[in-house]
């Protein structure tokens, strides 16, 4: 086998996995739910922006805990950080404390 087919191989082996990183297949699309929570910090890694946020309760006067009483942090991660800053969306604009609500699509699990 020559080197070139080889790669070539490579590339057509390696190929599914990569575009799976991106697959949407894993959020159940026919719900949208809206969370509002308490920010916590953001984390503009270079794959994905991170918004750390503690949830309200559905009546929206508590924070959500864990058993041991410790406020539950959930991350949601985003478009790279570069898009995300292009979009309008920085720290400055979500600083700790803030109380904001985000629409999405949850996990099927």
């Known amino acids: 086998?020559?080197?070139r087919n080889f790669v070539l191989l490579l590339v057509l082996?390696?190929?599914p996995s990569l575009q799976a990183h991106h697959s949407y297949a894993m959020y159940d699309g026919t719900r949208y739910?809206?969370?509002t929570g308490v920010m916590v910090r953001i984390i503009p890694n270079a794959a994905h922006f991170e918004m750390h946020y503690v949830p309200l309760n559905q009546q929206r006067d508590?924070?959500?805990?864990n058993a041991k009483g410790e406020p539950q942090v959930w991350i949601?991660?985003?478009e790279s950080a570069a898009q995300a800053f292009r979009d309008g969306i920085t720290r400055e604009a979500f600083p700790?404390?803030?109380v904001f609500s985000m629409g999405m699509?949850?996990?099927r699990d």
């Open 62 to 65: 508590a924070l959500v805990r």
């Open 13 to 15: 082996l390696l190929a």
């Open 33 to 35: 739910i809206v969370f």
């Open 1 to 3: 086998m020559s080197i």
């Open 105 to 107: 699509h949850p996990r």
């Open 76 to 78: 949601a991660q985003m």
């Open 96 to 98: 700790q404390g803030t």
